[in-house]
């Protein structure tokens, strides 16, 4: 398709930048590797209660050095990315604190951490931590003047999202992060900064940890499990910190001494060593799409020359049938379950049915192409994902074409 052959050639030099950074971070990675001397040894698992696991704790020094960390807590029996998460919220916070959020509401699943949604399952509410939340201005920049207004004495963690999510608001970037911590300790220097690190791995050369925040934390079936990692999660940052989620996934006291790894170690090394490469494909990837469809006169976000604080494309249909259509394709160009047809179903917690494609070989892995749209106005696909290049090309190529047979529905322009 020519239209495609050319979205690329306009795109080569964005592919550049990214290689660039890819370059970056694949360094990164490797001297993390060798400086932590890492060897066969370490791929070797340990049973019962774990202890002296090498591989364990050479996998924790191997992400600290990689993330800027004075520690790191990488585990298989961390669920998942809002597990990480919580683990750092409920480790950190004491009763009376008050937890600030300085973009928005936090990702769907952590209402019911924080207690903004739900009852009675044990939340940061319940134990006694309030909660406060600035938006995001109109422009998706951090409001600083609100910012400075909701902070109070109380106010011991405050936590930024880095990327997009599934909402139409930008990505910050790691610069963006760096001013939020110098005004946030400015007014009290005390206070944890907290980031939800999900889908921003390895998409710039810094990362939070380098601009002076204290704590993040991230799904190993995202960006740094490079598509290898069958599970798990991470937490990294400050060595307190760190020792206090730590405590909160095993026991005060145990902490991160004990954990059998299981012989999972190989895995998570091999995933985060692949990891930047697999990052840029599915960068790559999610460029491409946004230049394709914007020839094809759909609205895209980010726009094709924009630059990338995540992995997320947003893409908008302007009506359900031709989104549905599209995330049906997504599914059908998969390599895993391309014969099933994905559905919307009324998830819970959330306010629409939501269609989600993911053939993927790890289950619900978004590293992997997937596509994810709540089925509501103006009908915006997610997109994201992709271990190669050429199978998102393919893969979204087919996907517009499949909706574009669909047709002009009720009064779309
Ligand atoms: C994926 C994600 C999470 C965590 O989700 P899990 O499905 O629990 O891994 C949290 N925040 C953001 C922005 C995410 O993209």
Redesign the pocket.
């Known amino acids: 398709m020519q239209i495609a052959q050319n979205a690329e050639r306009e795109m080569e030099n964005e592919f550049k930048k990214i290689n660039l950074i890819k370059e970056h971070n694949q360094l990164k990675v490797l001297y993390a590797m060798k400086k932590n001397k890492l060897s066969d040894t370490h791929f070797a698992g340990t049973t019962g209660y774990g202890y002296d696991d090498v591989g364990r704790d050479v996998l924790d020094s191997v992400f600290a050095d990689v993330f800027g960390a004075e520690d790191a807590l990488v585990r298989h029996n961390i ?7 919580a683990l750092c919220l409920f480790g950190v916070l004491r009763p009376g604190d008050e937890l600030l959020s300085i973009t928005g509401k ?2 769907d ?2 209402e019911e951490v924080i207690g903004i949604r739900g009852s009675g399952g044990g939340s940061l509410k319940e134990l006694g931590v309030s909660y406060r939340q600035v938006d995001l201005a109109f422009d998706g920049s951090l409001d600083f003047a609100s910012i400075e207004k909701a902070i109070n004495k109380n106010t011991r963690l405050v936590y930024i ?6 909402t139409q608001r930008p990505a910050l970037f790691v610069k963006d992060i760096k001013e939020a911590v110098e005004y946030v300790k400015k007014i009290k220097n005390d206070i944890i900064i907290l980031v ?1 690190n ?3 791995e390895f998409v710039e050369e810094e990362e939070p940890l380098d601009v002076g925040v204290d704590l993040i934390a ?2 190993l ?2 960006n740094p499990g490079g598509g290898i990692a069958p599970c798990g ?1 991470y937490v990294a940052g400050k060595s307190t910190y760190v020792k206090m989620a730590a405590y909160r996934l095993t026991t005060p006291g145990l902490g991160k001494k004990v954990g059998a790894s299981l012989g999972m170690n190989r895995n998570f090394f091999q995933g985060l060593f692949l990891a930047p490469h697999v990052v840029a494909e599915s960068l790559k990837g999610v460029v491409f799409s946004s230049a394709f469809m914007t020839k094809m006169g759909l609205n895209t976000f980010p726009k094709p020359f924009e630059k990338r604080g ?1 992995i ?1 494309q947003a893409i908008q249909f302007g009506s359900s049938d031709k989104l549905i259509a599209f995330c049906q394709e997504i599914q059908k160009n998969s390599p895993v379950d391309a014969f099933a047809l994905p559905v919307p179903w009324d998830m819970p917690g959330y306010d629409a049915s939501i269609i989600m494609a993911a053939g993927t070989f790890v289950q ?1 892995a ?1 590293i992997e192409l997937s596509a994810d749209a709540p089925i509501k106005p103006p009908y915006i696909a997610y997109l994201q994902g992709g271990l190669v290049y050429e199978h998102v090309k393919l893969a979204v190529i087919k996907a517009f074409e499949a909706q574009k047979k669909i047709g002009r529905i009720y009064g779309e322009a």
């Open positions: 669920v998942s990315g809002t597990h990480a998460l936090p990702y699943t952590l999202q880095r990327s997009r999510g599934y939800d999900c889908y921003g991230g799904s079936i995202k999660g995540d997320i619900g978004s």
